[in-house]
């Protein structure tokens, strides 16, 4: 009998030693997130033994990175003389049309105020629709 309640005693005072490990203290989370990816994070924790307090507050925005320049594609521009630009000489619009692009006098395909081409022009000596369509576009003559 005496061996029990010297037992009992030394786990009682094994306890009362160690009270802080009863009752650590408090904690208290918050998470919030909307459909958008903004989200708001916070915690609290107070130690009951001490009486600190440790918190920390987070307001951000969740979001898909941007594209990865290898993937990313970039605009194209055609050279000048080889296919258009400022004279029309190949595929491209230009001022004189002599390719398949858009020019004033559209000796190509392009479309242009003669239509010499295939393209749309007030002449329309091509493939295109013009006003004199001898062609096989629309004409209106």
Known sequence: MFAKIAFFCAALVAVSAYAPLVNTGVS???NQQDAYGNYAYRYDIKDAATGSLNSKAEVGKVGIATIAAPVA????????????????????????????G??????????????????VGVLGAGYGAGIYGAGLGKAIY
């Open 28 to 30: 208290a989370v918050s």
């Open 102 to 119: 858009v020019g004033i006098l559209g000796a190509g395909y392009g479309a242009g105020v003669l239509g010499a081409g295939h393209g």
């Open 73 to 100: 594609y970039g605009a194209y521009a055609a050279p000048a003389i080889g296919y258009g630009g400022a004279l029309g000489l190949g595929y491209g619009a230009g001022v004189l049309g002599a390719g398949h």
